[in-house]
């Protein structure tokens, strides 16, 4: 199953039902039709949320993903490094539950 569909989705479903209001991102470049459209930058997290008086920012992951490395990864660091800076929050979730828990 996808990241999307196991771990994104779910999320996106409970903040939804809790009255949070929630937007999915995506990073990188997409073409439709001739053009490219340019996304969110590498690294952005993939879901940005705004529960009362706080930023919230999740990055989902596969938990057999939770150790790679890379030029993904070390984007993910920065920006996470760059949200903390301005105060808001970051959870790596790979089970809704792990949002929960920064929700409390």
Known sequence: M????????????????????????????????????????????????????RVLWCETKQPSDLNRKGSTATAQGKFRATVEALGHQYVMATCLQDVLEVLK
């Open 2 to 53: 996808s990241e999307t569909g196991s771990i994104t989705g779910p999320i996106l479903e409970a903040f939804a039902k809790m009255g949070i209001f929630a937007l999915r991102l995506n990073s990188g470049t997409a073409k439709k039709g001739k053009y490219y459209i340019k996304l969110c930058p590498a690294g952005t997290a993939d879901i940005v949320a705004f529960p009362p008086n």
